[in-house]
Structures are given as C-alpha cells and as structure tokens.
C-alpha cells in the first residue's frame, strides 16, 4: 500500500483525463449518459450497471420502450455511440463488486449513481485504492432532495465511508460467496425530474474536470438541493481517524507479469523473485472459498472446489446431492483469504483463471517484509495505454451485435461489451 497522496488530476495522462467511469444507469445515471454525450473532451466511457430496463423504469428513467428488457449498460451504451461516435464505450453488465478493478483503473474520473450504500461503499474502495476522484449523487423523493458529494484521494482528505457508522454497515446486510450480487435494494421510484436534476449537478461537475477547473470543484464537500422547500446547502467533510477503511493507494507495479493461464505454483515462483520468501497471492476484501455445504440437505463439496467468492459458476453452486439451486454456504474455516505454498498440490496446479481470477484483477502479492499490487493481463500492452481494448476471446452472440461484441470472463462473471474496431 502507498499512504501518500495521489498524483494530481494535472498530472494525468489525456486519455485518463478524458476517460469516465459511471456506475447505476437509472434515475440518475441514465440522465446523465445523455449529458456526458455533449461534453468536450470526452474520450472514453464505461458504463456498469447489472440489471435491465422493466417496464416500471419507463416512467423515472431516460428510456423508450424499446428498451424495455435489454441491459441497461447495452442500451446506453448503445444510445451514447450513436450519438457521440467519436467516444470509445465499454458496457459491463455485473455487479460493481464483482467488475476487475484493472476496468476502471484507467479513468479520471469515477461516477456512482446507485440506490445500494453496499454497492456505494464497493465504488468508494475502488476509487480510493486506485487514486481516482469519485463523485457520488443521489436523491430522495420523500424530502425531495438532489444531493451529490465530490471525493478525492489525497492525505487527509475524508472519503465516503469516513461518516458512516456501524449502523449503517448492519444495514448493509450480507451474501454468501456463491451469490453474484448483493442483495435486492427496494428502488427510490425517485420522479425523473429529480434524477434529471442530479444528473445535471453531476454534468456541471465533469465539465470543471474536462476544462482542468480543478480548484472548483466540489471535492471534499456535498451540495444538497431541498426541490421541496427551494433550499440548498453545503457542507464540508473531515477525514474520521477511526474510518473502517484505511487510506491507502495501492502500489500497483509492472512484474512480475501474471497472466490468468499460469498456474498458481507458477504464480507463486514468480512473486517469491520480485516479492521475497513465503509468497502469497489474493484479491483485497475477497475469499475463496476451499469447501461449500448445501443449506438444504447439508452435504460438503470439496475437491476442485476452490473459488474466488463472486465468481462461483452456477454450475458449480447447485448442490450435486439434492440438486438445490439455492445460494450454497461458505463457512469460516473454508473460507481462504490467500492463495499460498502449503495449498495442495491439486489446488496448486489450477490456473488463476481456474479459481476465478480473470483479466483486470488486481491482486495483492506479499513476500517477506514488503506487498504490493500486480494487474492480471492477458497481453503484456496495458489497456490504458492501447488505442483500442481488445480481448482474445469472444462469445458467440452477444447482447448486441450490432452495438459491438460481447467479451464473457467466466460464466459467473461479468459481460463486457466492447466497440469493436
């Protein structure tokens, strides 16, 4: 880890600068894709959204009913090629938890517009870890109010969970490592125009960033709009000393280079060189999970049953006694926060696409006396630094030929669309 602060937005290469990363395509989010759209300067977007669009959406979200039952990363996606072809746009269809950090670590600039503290929580992580500043936005139909908060990892500065308590990560509830998602959030079934409102806020906010008007911006403070009592407010926030996360960048290096084919003996070798004795290997709030047991009829699954958390295929998570297709259940001791020597050898001779991990991960590498942190690469030219993404495997299908291909990373991954060009 690296506790010093991260490099000034100034500093940023042109294609970070131009790149966005915006996370929720609903109330908020799928107002703003139609803002982003007209921004100069903009490059380079992902969109990551899990769900699709159901007919309820038609009425608080920027949709037609064409759209009704497609992805909503597909269908935005979709919509911003069409209207700013010069923007290179990536979808990705899965839970914010689940998506490679490596996917977003090219951007400049991290958007949430999520109705999930869970999800919110995950995205301020990954924004923090990746010295990325983060914008948050959300609304509240009952008080009617529009609300967004600006972050930016720097010493001292507060992120999004320093306020929190622990009441709050209670709500947050739980899942079991062979659920792919959180759980279900109720939706705010918030009025568009209050989506739009924040949207716009947002598209305010990353017009300052595209013109380099960095001293504008609204970082280390929340602008809340009462519609209701036609109020606004701004408050400042102060780093918590007793925050739950710990503030730290990551320290991602280039070597040793890990691709998702090599084994995890071979891994090992290769961070015992740069890292030091007693290597180990990980993913930083993730497990895998070395044994499963059926809730229902209580049988064990062992064997080759090693797997990160999040990325069990469902294949693998139906009991194969009773055949239930229920969530199977991870209990502590068979849950593994590091990939190790004493492993055994069959578990060992997996590849780390085997146990989960794919192309993007970053993983956590430890030797003797020192950790940092490595990119999983299927090429040895980092995305960030290529004109174009491309990846060496491609599905059949897909969500929408027309828009681009469909890039699969495993069957309980998630799927990215790709412009193909």
């Not at 598209?203 to 504008?216: I, N």
Request: net charge neutral; hydrophobic share 40%.
């Amino acid at each position: 880890m690296n506790d010093h602060s991260s490099p000034n937005i100034e500093s940023r290469s042109p294609a970070q600068v131009g790149a966005i990363t915006l996370v929720g395509l609903g109330n908020i989010g799928s107002h703003l894709v139609q803002l982003l759209a007209n921004l100069p300067g903009l490059t380079q977007v992902t969109l990551v959204d899990k769900d699709r669009y159901e007919p309820a959406n038609l009425a608080t979200q920027r949709i037609t009913r064409a759209d009704v039952g497609g992805a909503k990363s597909a269908v935005q996606a979709a919509w911003l090629r069409l209207h700013n072809p010069s923007v290179q746009v990536t979808a990705v269809a899965a839970d914010i938890a689940h998506v490679p950090a490596g996917y977003l670590r090219c951007s400049g600039l991290i958007i949430a517009c999520l109705d999930s503290l869970a999800s919110r929580v995950v995205v301020n992580q990954l924004a923090w870890r990746l010295g990325i500043p983060f914008l948050d936005a959300g609304v509240n139909p009952e008080a009617g109010l529009v609300r967004i908060n600006a972050y930016q990892p720097i010493e001292e500065a507060a992120c999004f969970e320093c306020p929190l308590c622990d009441e709050d990560y209670r709500s947050m509830g739980g899942r079991t490592p062979c659920e792919a998602s959180d759980r279900e959030n109720p939706p705010t079934n918030a009025p568009a125009a209050l989506g739009a409102m924040a949207a716009a806020l947002l598209g305010v906010e990353c017009g300052k960033f595209f013109r380099g008007d960095v001293d504008a911006i609204l970082f280390g403070r929340q602008f809340i709009v009462n519609v209701a009592q036609h109020t606004s407010y701004r408050t400042s926030f102060r780093r918590n000393p007793k925050c739950r996360f710990h503030h730290a960048l990551w320290d991602i290096r280039s070597a040793p280079v890990l691709s998702p084919e090599i084994t995890l003996g071979a891994a090992l070798d290769l961070i015992q060189r740069h890292a030091g004795d007693h290597p180990r290997l990980g993913i930083e709030g993730r497990f895998f999970a070395s044994a499963w047991h059926c809730p229902k009829c209580g049988s064990v699954g062992r064997g080759g049953n090693f797997r990160l958390d999040g990325r069990i295929p469902n294949v693998a998570a139906r009991c194969t006694v009773c055949r239930n297709s229920n969530a199977l259940l991870v209990s502590g001791p068979n849950l593994v926060p590091w990939i190790h020597r004493d492993l055994p050898e069959l578990v060992l001779g997996l590849s780390l696409a085997d146990v989960g991990i794919v192309s993007g991960d970053i993983v956590t590498v430890m030797g003797e006396g020192q950790s940092f942190q490595v990119e999983v690469l299927t090429q040895r030219v980092h995305r960030c630094d290529a004109k174009s993404i491309s990846e060496p495997t491609l599905s059949p299908g897909g969500l929408s030929a027309a828009a681009g291909v469909v890039i699969p990373i495993s069957s309980a991954d998630p799927t990215i669309e790709k412009e193909h060009r």
